[in-house]
């Protein structure tokens, strides 16, 4: 297998745990055309068929919990099991307790930013950064999370300034 065909097939793994197999929610959650996303699928040798490269893989690895070195990775390897624990399928958001209140079954509350290398979020571009505190805010919004609203000077959660 050439390294086209295993990004192809480690892209189908994604489409399939992430996006139940949906190739438009792929599209939508990476931020691409959804026609485009769908020749990424085509087989190689037919018309209008595109290769996966460095920009749908950066694409993939800001939307999605992707170990370190996955596009690398065998895909037979990638998710044996399904989603990562904490990750719902159908959206990006940490799993709430759906089956009732944490109070009730006890667990424990913890931040999803725990799980960020802040480190990378910092050498992001400004308008990055910007697109990832969107999408925080709108995911703490469809959670019914309040969210403050912003001042003259901006500030990330993780402590990045933004004037």
Known sequence: MDKFERWRTLLERIRDVFCNGNRAELARRIGKDASYVNRLFYPPTKIGAKRIGPEIMEACSRSFPLPIGFWEMNPKEVFPHGAP?????????????????????????TSPLARIDFSKIRRLHRDE?????????????????????????RQIPMGIDLK
């Open 129 to 153: 950064i910007l697109r990832l505190e969107g999408a925080w805010i709108e995911a703490a919004g469809r959670l019914g999370i309040d969210v403050l609203a912003a001042s003259k000077k």
């Open 85 to 109: 624990e904490g990750w719902s399928v159908t959206s990006m958001a940490p799993m709430s307790s759906q089956s009732g209140d944490r109070a009730e079954t006890n667990e424990p509350v």
